[in-house]
């Protein structure tokens, strides 16, 4: 389980391998349930974006499904592991499927890379599943000489469609 | 699913109205598919229920397409001089608005896909290509001469007595929310709402422009479960520090361990209030209307407390005057329910509408407005709070939709058959409206239910057994 940790980047500027291997790494503790290691990926001003609408630009005056901060994702985290939280008994499970990982731009002196990553993701509980598709869009920064995400942006294909819950991270 | 000895309900007014008692109600209002079909013939049809908002046809060949009850429906913004021009609300709303039944005339093909588009001068259908005017009247059938003149007179008057497309009974349309009766013949708009309307005033009257706009976009929330679940929980007081504990509660927690000094984020200060003790929801108070109409938050409320907009203020006082906009901002009511299916907060600006699927299902619809002439960060906070509270993503959400669905399943249990409805339940309450009562009370609920009965039955008529 261990190995699934990001590696620290050397101080050159990450290889694209490197940033392909980042995104996979953070997948996998989102389907291994590690979330507070997830939670160390993200830079201080990290945020999740999930929007509702395609194309959308705007996540203050428009409405998205989420855009949190590392604040709402932590309360998010803890509440997933409460004694009373009994949307979690049974607990949900999830799986990433992801497609090779393309490296979309790459800021080598200000440390900035994006890439784009499409997915299919699973999320479970009891007896049901459920499968979304989209695009994930990481903003990776390098900080102390390792990658963090600086946006985590999911683009599902159906956004804009009526749900049921979502209680995991896609 | 319905109860395994005695008539059924059709055709049984009593045996509906035995479903309601004083303080408990029968565990087949929740789960019964004929119950629920019923809801849909009468209980949607009497009411007075909201269909979308006039800021959604802001043109004229505007329309917004959705339903009411299990009904599609469009509202359309009229195309002046064009059919007989006067819409269909029977008041001193907007009268260049139509709600029809978004069904041809001809093979019952739904005109107009739900959402919001724009028709031109007249709807066509996508089918065989017949016509109608904005105001649903008849424009024109391709190759008329080929039909039979008796049979298509059935067509052009298709139930009622205006040609083309069926309208619903009536409209109304309330300072831009748009209200429609299926049936023709019912309780008229003032009578039905009476002061509850005064919640939706607050809202508008939030605007310094006195005027509210559909902003942002909808959340859209598939609930497996009845839709009066969700109705109960609006006034339902005593569960936010039990059931919240896991979202709220844990909010606050991971707030504490803040640096000292840290400025209070916008979300810590909407999701703590949730998490009160009791004694702040017993003080907040209830109102109860009439015709299941009430609210919480009449002296305080979970809304009461927000940071103050920079902007704001001067906007309000500059266009009310200090006295009035200080009544304005003061009221802090929290959530009113309007019987059947919908709850406004005026406070923050979003209504909530609870759509009937089945018996176990429901979409919930959050909608959220920008006060016209008001600062951005007013819409913001809007939009956070929609996204805290009632998305799909929501923790708040997942709080609630898990208890909405153990009932869904624990009610099929024969080992009780009866729903309690009972807390600070006093005889002397029947009758009573336009009063206030303690925040916990289940008067409201209780009131809710009394409605329903009466609606359901109102138009139905006892069958022979």
């Known amino acids: ?170 | 699913m319905s109860r395994s000895s005695g008539p059924g309900y059709r055709d049984h007014p009593q045996a509906i109205q035995a479903l309601v008692r004083a303080a408990e109600v029968h565990r087949d209002c929740y789960i019964s598919d004929e119950v629920f079909a019923l809801e849909m013939e009468h209980l949607f049809a009497n009411t007075w229920v909201y269909v979308g908002h006039a800021s959604q046809v802001p043109q004229a060949g505007d329309f917004y397409a959705t339903t009411v009850g299990d009904q599609p429906v469009v509202i359309v913004r009229h195309v002046a001089g064009n059919g007989n021009g006067n819409g269909n609300d029977d008041g001193d709303g907007d009268a260049s608005i139509h709600v029809l039944h978004n069904r041809c005339a001809h093979k019952g093909v739904q005109l107009v896909p739900e959402g919001c588009g724009h028709t031109g001068s007249f709807f066509r259908c996508p089918y065989h290509g017949w016509t109608y005017r904005t105001d649903g009247s008849l424009l024109n059938i391709p190759l008329r001469d080929g039909y039979n003149a008796d049979t298509l007179k059935q067509c052009e008057a298709h139930s009622s007595a205006q040609p083309g497309l069926a309208r619903v009974g009536a409209v109304k349309v309330y300072r831009g929310f748009v209200f429609c009766r299926l049936n023709a013949q019912g309780m008229a708009f003032e009578d039905y709402f009476g002061e509850s309307l005064s919640t939706l005033d607050n809202m508008v009257d939030r605007s310094p422009a006195g005027r509210l706009e559909v902003a942002g976009g909808v959340m859209r929330y598939l609930h497996r479960c009845n839709w009066k679940m969700l109705v109960d929980n609006q006034t339902d007081t005593c569960h936010p520090m039990v059931a919240h504990q896991s979202s709220a509660g844990t909010a606050v927690r991971v707030w504490e361990q803040a640096p000292v000094g840290t400025p209070k984020p916008m979300a810590v200060e909407l999701f703590a209030p949730f998490v009160s003790p009791y004694s702040f929801f017993e003080g907040m108070g209830i109102r109860i209307w009439q015709n299941g109409h009430g609210h919480t938050g009449v002296a305080d409320s979970i809304h009461a407390a927000y940071s103050p907009v920079p902007g704001y203020w001067d906007a309000m006082a500059a266009a009310y005057g200090e006295e009035r906009a200080k009544r304005i901002l003061g009221e802090t009511r929290h959530n009113t329910v309007y019987f059947p299916n919908i709850m406004v907060k005026g406070p923050i600006q979003t209504l909530r509408i609870f759509k009937p699927i089945a018996a176990d299902r429901t979409l919930v619809e959050s909608w959220t407005f920008r006060l016209v002439g008001a600062p951005d960060l007013l819409l913001e906070r809007t939009l956070m709070y929609n996204r805290l509270v009632n998305a799909p993503t929501s923790v708040v959400g997942h709080d609630d939709l898990e208890m909405y669905e153990r009932a869904q399943t624990a009610l099929h249990s024969r080992g009780l058959q009866w729903v309690n409805m009972a807390r600070l339940y006093d005889p002397a309450e029947h009758g009573q409206t336009n009063t206030t009562t303690n925040g916990t009370n289940e008067w409201q609920m209780r009131e809710q239910m009394r409605a329903w009965a009466r609606f359901m039955t109102q138009s139905m008529s006892a069958g022979a057994t």
């Not at chain 1, 993200?42 to 959308?56: I, K, N």
């Not at chain 1, 440390?111 to 299919?120: I, K, P, Y």
């Not at chain 1, 999320?123 to 903003?139: I, K, N, P, S, V």
């Open chain 1, 1 to 170: 389980m261990s190995d699934a940790t990001p590696k620290q980047p050397a101080a050159a500027p990450p290889s694209q391998q490197a940033l392909i291997d980042f995104v996979v790494a953070e997948a996998r503790l989102l389907d291994e349930g590690r979330f507070d290691d997830w939670l160390r990926l993200f830079t201080e001003d990290g945020r999740y974006w999930m929007p509702l609408t395609p194309g959308q630009t705007d996540a203050r005056l428009q409405a998205s499904l989420m855009f949190e901060d590392t604040m709402l994702l932590k309360v998010r985290i803890e509440r997933l592991k409460g004694a009373r939280t009994f949307s979690q008994q049974p607990a949900s499970r999830c799986h990433h499927l992801l497609q090779t990982p393309t490296v979309e731009s790459r800021d080598d002196a200000a440390g900035l890379f994006t890439t784009r990553t499409a997915f299919h993701f699973v999320e479970t509980r009891r007896d049901e599943q459920t499968l979304y598709a989209g695009w994930a869009t990481h903003t990776l920064k390098i900080v102390d000489q390792a990658l963090r995400m600086q946006m985590k942006r999911v683009d599902l294909v159906n956004c804009d469609a009526a749900f049921g819950n979502m209680q995991l991270f896609m």
